[in-house]
Every structure is written in structure tokens, then in C-alpha cells.
T-cell receptor, first 116, second 111 residues
Framework: DGGITQSPKYLFRKEGQNVTLSCEQN?????MYWYRQDPGQGLRLIYY???????QKGDIAEGYSVSREKKESFPLTVTSAQKNPTAFYLC???????????????FGDGTRLSIL | KQEVTQIPAALSVPEGENLVLNCSFT??????LQWFRQDPGKGLTSLLL?????REQTSGRLNASLDKSSGRSTLYIAASQPGDSATYLC??????????FGPGTRLSVLP
């Protein structure tokens, strides 16, 4: 079955450490997204990519970095510059909706990141 | 800047009851509105998508309505079941902008 796989499910970060969250999709979708979810708040967009080797900042990109070297993969690195990284991180994807539409259609099951 | 709110934040109902979840948005020039379901510790599953030109969409026991002029959408769940327990999020899309999510309503259906 096609879908989005996020790993690991749980991740712990030490002070000053960079950590990378994995997101892989086999839906043949062009666009991929990273969201952060905090309790009592809506999902907030960190980064999105509409094509390989291209990505754009979302609303809360500071302290995060991404790469898109393959269509199937969109890893997110939480850097030490992100001072409040504890959250639930969701990866999503969509077909190319054209005309700059940025609307996720499928979501992974998330990675919960905590500070040690 | 588009803002989305959802009321109530949490709702607990007995099994079999009909219920309504509310979603409000500040910028009425939306392209579409979508309702999602999220189970604990899981990702989002799309339930219904309403285009700006539509007034409602139905899927099984779910009915979503849209009133663009007043900036409101409702999700109606008929004959609720314990399996409906989850968090329900609405999200709106304004053309050329990022998708904006509400904080969600956490629903508990008691057997």
C-alpha cells in the first residue's frame, strides 16, 4: 500500500545536538511538507518542497533545515538553534496541484521529539 | 493573515447522539476548506473537502457545511459511535498561501 513513513516514532535530543527526522513516501507525489504540532495549536508549516532540489520556508523555518535530493525523501533536521524543539512533527505530501497550490493530502504518523 | 478557530476545544457525548463541531476563519476569500480526523499519536486523515463554490459535502454519517460570507463551517456527525472519538481539525486554503489549520476539537463518544 502507498503511504508516508516517518521514523523514528520517538526521538530525544540533547542540548546542542542536531537531529534528523526521516520522511519517505511511495505515492509518487511531487510536493512534500513538514509541519509542527503543539498542544492546543493548529499545525504550523516549517518547510515545503514542490519539486526535487527545491524547497521553500514555511511560517516557522528558523532552527530547521531540509533537503530534497530524491522525490521520495524529505528529511528534516532540527538544529541546535531551535530552542524549543519539543513537539509532534508531521510529514505530508500531495500531487502537483499546479499554480502554486500548497495543500497536503496525505500525512505520515508523525515523530514525537523531546528534549533530554 | 488567515486565522482559524474551533469551538469547543473538547466535547464529550454519549453514544448515539448527533453533534456539531464548529470552525471559524477570519479571511472569507478561501479557495477551499477541509476537515481532518486525527487519532492519538497519529497523522491526519482527510474526511471532507468543500470547495469555495459549494455549500456542503456529505460522506456517510458526516456532513460538512460552508458559509463563506460569515467565515464559518460546521461538521455534523450523526448517530455518534465510540469509534468516532478523535480530534477533528479544520483547515482553510487561500490561493497562493499556506494551508492554515485550526487547533482542533477533541471528541470523546462514551459507550
Amino acid at each position: 500500500d502507498g503511504g508516508i513513513t516517518q521514523s523514528p516514532k520517538y526521538l530525544f535530543r540533547k542540548e546542542g545536538q542536531n537531529v534528523t527526522l526521516s520522511c519517505e513516501q511511495n505515492l509518487n507525489h511531487d510536493a512534500m511538507y513538514w509541519y509542527r504540532q503543539d498542544p492546543g495549536q493548529g499545525l504550523r508549516l516549517i518547510y515545503y518542497s514542490q519539486i526535487v532540489n527545491d524547497f521553500q520556508k514555511g511560517d516557522i523555518a528558523e532552527g530547521y533545515s531540509v533537503s530534497r535530493e530524491k522525490k521520495e525523501s524529505f528529511p528534516l533536521t532540527v538544529t541546535s538553534a531551535q530552542k524549543n524543539p519539543t513537539a509532534f512533527y508531521l510529514c505530508a505530501s500531495s500531487i502537483d496541484l499546479g499554480r502554486g497550490q500548497r495543500q497536503p493530502q496525505h500525512f505520515g504518523d508523525g515523530t514525537r521529539l523531546s528534549i533530554l | 493573515k488567515q486565522e482559524v478557530t474551533q469551538i469547543p476545544a473538547a466535547l464529550s457525548v454519549p453514544e448515539g447522539e448527533n453533534l456539531v463541531l464548529n470552525c471559524s476563519f477570519t479571511d472569507s476569500a478561501i479557495y477551499n476548506l477541509q476537515w481532518f480526523r486525527q487519532d492519538p499519536g497519529k497523522g491526519l486523515t482527510s474526511l471532507l473537502l468543500i470547495q469555495s463554490s459549494q455549500r456542503e459535502q456529505t460522506s456517510g454519517r458526516l456532513n460538512a457545511s460552508l458559509d463563506k460570507s460569515s467565515g464559518r463551517s460546521t461538521l455534523y456527525i450523526a448517530a455518534s459511535q465510540p469509534g468516532d472519538s478523535a480530534t477533528y481539525l479544520c483547515a482553510v486554503y487561500n490561493y497562493g498561501q499556506n494551508f492554515v489549520f485550526g487547533p482542533g476539537t477533541r471528541l470523546s463518544v462514551l459507550p
